[in-house]
Structures are given as C-alpha cells and as structure tokens.
C-alpha cells in the first residue's frame, strides 16, 4: 500500500495513456475533438518541469558555493 501512495501520480500518469490510446485506437480521427485539453494538460506538464529544474539549479548552486540569503 506504501508503494501506491509513494507513486500515486506516476500511476495516475500512466493510466491516463492507456486511456488515451485506447480512446484514440477506437475512435481514430473522432478523437481530436479531445486535442485542446491535452495541449493545455501538456503546457502545464512543462511548465511544472521547467520550475523544478530552476529551483533544483539555485538549490545545487547555493548548496555548492555556500550562498546564504537573508
């Protein structure tokens, strides 16, 4: 049960692409209609990745050269 609430979001992920290629391998060219809520899901995926790198890049450099803010 530890491992599900550990990796509850990689499991939710990865269903969610099951999902989607079932959906898209029945309904074919239908399937686009569902096009806009995945680039909206997807820009936030990036944009959720591009800050985390960020704030693991300050944390490393503060970490390294012993910067300490006020």
């Known amino acids: 049960m ?16 099951l999902i989607g290629s ?3 391998a029945i309904f074919g060219e239908k399937a686009s209609v569902l096009q ?3 680039d909206i899901f997807l820009n ?7 800050s985390m ?3 693991s890049l300050c944390i490393f450099y503060t970490k390294t050269y012993g ?3 006020a």
């Open 22 to 24: 079932i959906i898209g």
């Open 67 to 69: 910067i300490q803010f």
């Open 53 to 55: 790198i960020f704030v």
């Open 44 to 50: 936030l995926l990036y944009c959720c990745v591009v």
């Open 2 to 17: 530890n491992i599900l609430k550990n990796y509850k979001f990689s499991f939710i992920l990865i269903l969610g692409m």
């Open 36 to 38: 806009p809520i995945t």
